[in-house]
């Protein structure tokens, strides 16, 4: 059984810093692209990152040099390192296995205020 649990999400000011999180079970992560996205209120989800086995990474143009995606093959873990964090991100953030497409873990919030 496919499941992903996110976390790591919080409130953080403009120019922060926050490291997601996203722990895979019943897959091996580095087996399929994993893809973090984010949904803001009101608006639908959008793809921030991805990881292609290679590794090979690609990024939305909104987060090109402040976001980086690895993984960690040993924990089976995703991760999402934002910098220089703006208003703008706040979001929900999910990750999602390109071989999955519908599984979703629960998200984790990341709130950019002052």
């Known amino acids: 059984q496919v499941q992903l649990v996110e976390s790591g999400g919080g409130l953080v000011q403009p120019g922060g810093s926050v490291r997601l999180s996203c722990v895979a079970s019943g897959f091996i992560v580095s087996s399929t692209t994993m893809r973090w996205y984010r949904q803001a209120p009101g608006k639908e989800r959008e793809l921030v990152a991805g990881?292609?086995?290679?590794?090979?990474?690609i990024y939305a143009d909104s987060v090109k040099g402040r976001f980086t995606i690895s993984r960690d093959n040993a924990k089976n873990t995703v991760y999402l390192q934002m910098n220089s964090l703006k208003i703008e991100d706040t979001a929900v953030y999910y990750c999602n296995a390109v071989r999955w497409p519908d599984s979703w873990g629960q998200g984790t919030q990341v709130t950019v205020s002052s």
């Open positions: 990881i292609i086995p290679g590794p090979y990474t």
